[in-house]
């Protein structure tokens, strides 16, 4: 299984992977976990690129398309791995919700592997400035409001659950476990 958890910046997804992670294998399943970007070159100079003031041009936007896009590729072998569930902290979706223009990227993703499993950590704008404040460029309520849009939008075209992400750390992990479990057969009525 593929789950791919996405949301705003500072909505806990880092976390929320680690104690699902355990959790799963916990209950006798072979988890791997993967970051976009990734620790590649290509991640590297991705992340370098995100601190840039000018990072929300258009050009820049279009060449941050092409270096995420195949940063992606690096991983795909992985995705392909059916004996063990995949989580991904963001995929090409992230690229959907935060990157323009929308066709450009659509294009640029169109044979990225496709989720499973969506979850969705929706948290409240003003939450994830006050979280990430001074991280990057893109964290301000106005463009991470129409990032957020986007995410509840992209959401209808996925197997999605969307899990409020304003809550505490554990209530949070615990409506998680009970989105998942039944995609894995695990009972979410028996998940405290």
Same mark, same amino acid.
């Given at each position: 299984m593929y789950i791919v958890f996405?949301? $705003?910046?500072?909505?806990? &997804?880092?976390?929320q992977i680690q104690m699902l992670s355990d959790w799963l294998e916990a209950n006798g399943f072979r988890v791997e976990t993967l970051v976009e970007p990734t620790d590649s070159e290509v991640g590297k100079l991705i992340r370098k690129i995100l601190q840039r003031p000018d990072a929300t041009t258009q050009r820049i936007q279009k060449t941050l398309g092409l270096l995420?896009?195949?940063?992606?590729m690096l991983i795909m072998d992985k995705l392909e791995d059916e004996s063990k569930i995949i989580i991904s902290d963001r995929s090409f979706i992230s690229s959907l919700a935060y990157q323009e223009p929308a066709?450009? $990227?659509e294009v640029l993703n169109k044979y990225a592997k496709k989720p499973d499993l969506l979850i969705l950590l929706d948290l409240d704008v003003k939450k994830s400035v006050a979280r990430t404040s001074g991280e990057d460029t893109f964290e301000n309520e106005e463009f991470l409001?129409?990032?957020k849009r986007n995410y509840l939008k992209l959401a209808e075209?996925?197997?999605?659950?969307? $899990?409020?992400a304003n809550n505490g750390v554990n209530k949070v992990?615990?409506?998680? &476990? &009970?989105a998942?479990?039944?995609?894995l057969g695990i009972c979410p009525d028996c998940i405290p």
């Open positions: 996405e949301g $705003i910046d500072g909505a806990g &997804k880092s976390t995420f896009a195949a940063d992606r066709e450009w $990227i409001t129409g990032v075209n996925f197997t999605c659950e969307i $899990i409020d992990s615990s409506d998680i &476990k &009970k998942v479990a039944p995609y």
